[in-house]
């Protein structure tokens, strides 16, 4: 007879390990969305809570989801530090807290906080100076920043620590061409795709890198030839588009944007190039998609002063000297004027032109959270409105004694809608000031490679017409610099029509 | 060409038939593809809930409903099909009702109390064993005992039991047979008889069981429960309450019979009751997965999913470690088809419960049917060890190593189950699909036909996929025949009422009739990326001139592949339709205006080829993807071919219009990353090389029988064969078996397993001849022989996929290498083989002709393609 002794059963792992250990692996496996139930019951465990916080803030950061990401780590970061926080901060981060910094960066990096993200990345390399990841995190913000000397110091460090990793060859590549050192990019990315040729967006950075040394010839070559591998992704068809623009084969180019597109339907920028080249014979859209606006400015808010600045930009400062020739007694601080509502404000550049002169409430309206951002950094708009503009002009307001649109019908086609809605919200004497880039005569308007419309002067003469309202200025303008020549364009003043 | 039907789109009871082979799927992808597959695959708790009564109070239940059920509307979603899951619900009940049985009293007699047993010491060991959870030591005991006369009748009884807890129900039901002869006054052995025949679907016999044993004792609580829910199942849900609350006086404090109760309270419409019953279950038993379900449907009943949703993230974050939280949130995440979420909760459920069978079977489910099937394979089978008895677990097994390839494996699996739970149809078609991937299509088309009597529709297309398959009877005309039957049993798309009637003339949808318009094109595959349907079309579809056309893609399949961002960059349109049923992907079609839907699925492996029998565009197309014939159907107005695949006078095999393309039928896009072509093996003047890299399911006796002629008369010559089946020894052992057979020498034959898509052409470098197999002949397979320089020796039949390398073969201008009798074929390849010099001239050139061959040429064929459907879409516009 066998005894009743019962063998002991072996002993599970416990929860804590068993719940970590899965999360772990999911994250490795790059399911983040699955990690998250078993991570809000790890957190529940006693002294699990900072470990927890670290799986979280990498799990949120995969599903792209940065400020909730940026919390997590912030949770982990506290929690590390432990209950009483030093009276004044180590110099240089304990080991223990690389991991939960470089996380923070890249959150903070993805919500478009660079300096901030740098400052993550840099503490986490200076807690393990010896770690190639770090120098790649903050290399790579540091680009993207824009300091370029700085990114490829440490990208170079990166390196020359696992000078066989592709990805940091492509992000060594991509500083090398930021800093316009394109013949060290050449030869790195070169070296990457030769080794890695399905490495995603290699091809397409290689490429790039050849279009924006001036090549375009060569970075055609380059793209049809990775396409020919039988790659096939957004990016490789979009720098070929762009390279095609740049030697005069529109329609090559719309087929490739059109490519593009369809492979990143989440890029409304890539729809809206594709559309702009007519690429499907099809319907010109009526106006840019609200959220090719948003996404085209959100991205570009931080440099956008910079950048317009470096292409002459002067419609502010075209409209300033209307106010002051349409205006006097406004300008002279002899009369006040009424409020004023400036439409599509951006970064705040109209707003900052005419402050001194506007004494009333000015309101700016724009589509972009982060337009809207820097331009209440400026300080001179009483009010900021996060919204599309037939809507803005829809809501109720007092007369406006002025409405600008400083760079704004350029995102729309027909004028027709808007201009009336303007006249709609205009005080009987108030003035609407405006520009347009110029198509030629009889066009009406067209769509633009460059993503804009242009609108025909006989076209827009109707449209101001019928929307009620009289031309008080007319003047033909150059209204900026771009890389092909001067953009020309008219600046309007107008008015309710008299009669 | 396979398929894979599943019914009840986003339900529980998904029930796949599929079929058949693949032709070119060899060729390609090592593993993934696999061919057609069947799956009933209920995760656990299915129709089965009805009755799982545990442990303690033993256990019986469900006995299944039935059978497929003739005529409904469609594979995809809009009905039941094969109900595996229903009889398997019993054996839930089994593994914990195997308590042993002595003595004098009912069912829950203790064995210390037997008097008998004391003079008995094999017995008592036996009745010990039993009750330490040991059936398998009890075995030899009782049988010894049994023989011996010891224990009376309650050592068959035991004996039985202790057969049933191992999921040997043959052995069990004749134990228990003799049991009931000896204890002609004792309820269980009746008991155990009529649960034996739920699990086999016996219904009727089941419920006069049941009865049977309440006649000799009223109070039986779990034959009470059974023949609830036997009532359940057929619907009388007022029976089925009143029976479970004569089970509950005898036995209040059950949970399984309050969780019975508040079943039958949902199903009754009293959503609120059925939730707290469900509840109170879950407090008692925390990780308990069928109350789980029962709790979020509940819940669901009353309130809107995010509502829902929120109920139970709040009991979770209440009580984070009870696994029944995210046991109920999986059901509603599935409900609402997010598998992603679903699988999370259950992973988390199974890390705070782990080695529970139930949730094991559920998570192992959810894991294969998003293709994880390394991680998924050991929950299931440990699922199994846990319940042998569920007949649902082991077809879901089943459809894990078809999709693997493990064809071998799976026809272990089933024949298993076959042998268990008898011979049900939706075993059976799966059984039919692993003998025809195996190479034995006669016992295959035997398999399938059984199913036929009570498959429904889906037996059907079950007995399609192996058909052409089938050494005599894969013709052109049975074929026509077989898919006449799918449409007759088809019907329209009218409701599931009225199955026998003729198939109903849907009406076109109305689209402007400008014969020159630029057309809106929809594909619909599973295909789209590194598949033979990718490879054969991608060519065209990129090369349709876009002025004209403009193409929208409908997914059958999530892909991320070199092939399928090809497919992307040329759809204007692009819609993930795989969690869809067939009506909502049809109107999906219908709302993009659609004017010409081209199929590229079949009766294959996540095809959908019935979602155009809801007629969402005026004009539809069959092309490749399981073209192995006439679809049958007569919502299908063209066939896509060519002149070799269907010349004049072929009309008569088809449903469909012919749609002849000037050139080939496709057009063949080689992989960027295909090797060069090496040197003729045979110049090295070792002797020919044949080689077959086609599926096993297309190597018949007949193909077997050639080729050892061929071997016979060539003494130097070689053959190798290369498949993902022969990967496994068992298949290759059986290979061998059959070639011995047919003659045909082992020690001159290689076979070996699939390998990554570059290195199987690469193994052309070693093989001078392709032999083509018949009667199903090679499509892409032959594609990829040429490409890498190998001519390609093919016999000629007469069903579509009976001329694929024909077509091929006379696209680029090598008719000479197609035979057209057995005879020819054998003379043939004997004389090719013996003509080494013309051989090493042929491959040397052999790339160059076919790319520059209209088979390549990718805007030669676009145009082409663009023609035909322009002249599909005049005819329409002409007729008015």
Known sequence: MPSDSLTPEPMPEPLAGRLAGRARTLLRQRRPEEALPLLDRLERLPGEEAGAALLRAEALLGLRRAVAAEQAADTALALLAGPAPPATPPATPPAAAAPALLLRAHARQACGRLDQAIDDAAAAVMAVPADPGAKLALGNILAERGRFDEAIFFLGAAFQARPEDPLVQLRLGHAFMLAKRHEAAAELLGHCVARHPDLPGAAALEAQNRLVAGDPPGAIALARAALARGLSEAALHSVLAHALIAEADTAGAARHLQAAARLAPENPYLAHLAAALGGEAAVVPERAADAYIRTLFDGYAPRFEASLIELGYRVPGLMRRQVERLLPAVAAGTARLGPALDLGCGTGLVGAALCDLIGEALTGVDLSRRMLDEAAAKGVYSRLEEAELGAALARPRPPQALITAADVLCYFGSLERLLAACRACLAPDGLLLFNVEAAPPGAQWQLGQNGRFRHAPDYLAAALATAGLEVVEWQEEALRREADGVVEGLLVAARVARH | ?880
């Open chain 2, 1 to 880: 060409m396979s398929l894979a039907i599943e019914a009840g789109a986003a339900e529980a009871l998904r029930v796949g038939v599929a079929a058949g082979s693949v032709t070119e799927a060899d060729a390609v992808e090592a593993g993934a593809m696999a061919a057609g597959m069947a799956a009933t695959g209920v995760t656990g708790a299915d129709a089965a809930e009805a009755g799982a009564l545990r442990a303690g109070v033993a256990a019986a239940s469900v006995a299944g409903t039935g059978t497929a059920e003739a005529g409904i509307a469609g594979p995809g979603a809009d009905g039941p099909a094969g109900r595996l899951g229903s009889r398997a619900g019993l054996s839930r009940l089994l593994p914990g009702s195997a308590q042993p049985v002595a003595g004098s009293g009912p069912a829950t007699g203790r064995a210390a109390d037997d008097p008998k047993a004391a003079e008995a010491p094999r017995y008592r060991a036996a009745l010990l064993a039993l009750a330490r959870g040991t059936p398998e030591a009890a075995l030899p005991l009782l049988e010894a005992a049994e023989a011996a006369g010891e224990g009376g009748g309650y050592a068959a009884l035991n004996r039985g039991l202790a057969l049933m807890q191992l999921g040997r129900l043959g052995e069990a039901a004749a134990a228990l047979e003799r049991a009931a002869t000896a204890l002609p006054g004792h309820p269980e052995p009746l008991f155990r008889l009529g649960t034996i025949a739920g699990l086999r679907g016996e219904t009727g016999r089941a419920e006069a069981l049941f009865l049977a044993t309440l006649s000799r004792d009223p109070a039986h609580v779990t034959a009470l429960a059974a023949l609830a829910a036997l009532e359940e199942a057929g619907g009388r849900h007022g029976a089925a309450a009143g029976l479970i609350a004569r089970a509950r006086q005898a036995d209040p404090a059950e949970p399984e019979l309050e969780l019975a109760a508040a079943r039958i309270a949902l199903a009754l419409g009293q959503a609120e009751a059925a939730a707290a019953g469900a509840a109170a279950v879950l407090a008692q038993r925390p990780a308990h997965a069928v109350a789980a379900r029962l709790y979020a449907e509940a819940l669901l009943a009353r309130l809107p999913m995010e509502a829902a949703l929120a109920e139970i993230a709040a009991r979770a974050a209440a009580d984070p470690f009870a696994a029944g939280w995210p046991l109920a949130a999986a059901r509603l995440h599935g409900l609402a088809g997010q598998p992603a979420a679903a699988l999370a909760e259950l992973q988390t459920a199974e890390l705070l419960a782990p080695d529970q069978p139930e949730i094991l079977a559920l998570l192992g489910g959810a894991l294969a049917e998003v293709g994880r099937r390394q991680e998924a394979e050991p929950m299931l089978r440990a699922a199994i060890a846990a319940r042998p008895t569920d007949a649902e677990l082991r077809n879901r097994l089943a459809t894990l190593y078809w999709r693997d390839g493990k064809s071998a494996r799976m026809l272990r699996v089933l024949e298993d189950a076959v042998s268990e739970f008898g011979p049900q149809p939706a075993l059976m078609m799966n059984r039919a699909l692993a003998l025809n991937a195996v190479g034995r299509q006669e016992e295959a088309l035997a398999s399938a036909d059984a199913a036929v009597p009570e498959g429904g529709v889906l037996a059907l297309v079950n007995r399609i996929a192996v058909l052409p398959y089938h050494p005599r009877e894969g013709h052109a005309a049975s074929l026509l025949a077989c898919g006449r039957a799918i449409a007759a049993k088809l019907g329209g798309p009218a409701p599931l009422a009225a199955p026998r009637a003729a198939p109903l003339a849907t009406p076109r949808p109305a689209r402007n009739r400008d014969p020159g318009r630029r057309l809106r094109v929809g594909l619909l595959s599973g295909g789209f990326g590194r598949h033979p349907v990718g490879w054969l079309t991608i060519g065209g579809v990129e090369n349709l001139p876009p002025e004209e056309f403009a193409l929208y893609g409908y997914a059958l399949k999530p892909r991320e592949d070199m092939l399928s961002a090809r497919f992307r960059a040329c759809c204007a349109g692009w819609r993930d339709v795989q969690h869809a049923g067939d009506a909502e992907i049809a109107a999906t079609i219908a709302a993009d205006a659609i004017d010409i839907l081209i199929d590229l699925g079949g009766y294959g492996e996540s095809g959908r080829i019935f979602v155009l029998n809801h007629r969402p565009a005026p004009v539809q197309v069959k092309w490749v993807g399981a073209q192995f014939s006439t679809t049958g159907l007569p919502c299908v107005d063209w066939m896509l071919t060519d002149r070799w695949e269907t010349p004049e006078g072929f009309e008569r095999f088809y449903s469909e219009r012919l749609l002849r393309l000037p050139d080939g039928y496709v057009c063949y896009a080689p992989p960027p990353y295909a090797p060069a072509v090496t040197p003729l093996p045979a110049a090295s003047g070792q002797g020919v090389t044949f080689g077959c890299f086609n599926n096993l399911a297309k190597v018949t006796p007949a193909v077997l029988r050639c080729w050892a002629r061929i071997l016979a008369a060539l003494p130097e010559a070689r053959l190798e064969l290369r498949t993902h089946v022969l990967g496994d020894a068992a298949a290759r052992e059986a290979l061998f078996a059959r070639m011995a057979e047919a003659g045909l020498p082992p020690d001159r034959v290689r076979a070996a397993g699939g390998v990554p898509h570059r290195e199987l052409l690469a193994a052309y470098g070693g093989i001078d001849i392709a032999l083509d197999p018949f009667p199903y002949t090679g499509g892409l397979t032959a594609c990829e022989a040429l490409w890498m320089g190998v001519p390609v020796l093919t016999l000629v039949g007469d069903s579509f996929a009976g001329r694929h390398a024909f077509s091929h073969l006379s696209n680029i201008g090598l008719e000479g290498w197609a035979a057209f009798s057995e005879e020819d074929y054998v003379a043939l390849a004997i004389a090719r083989a013996r003509d080494v010099a013309a051989l090493a001239a042929l491959r040397a050139g052999l790339r160059g002709k076919v790319a520059a061959s209209p088979l390549a040429d990718a805007p030669r064929f676009g145009r082409s393609l663009g023609q035909g459907l322009r002249r599909a879409w005049g005819e329409y516009c002409a007729k008015g």
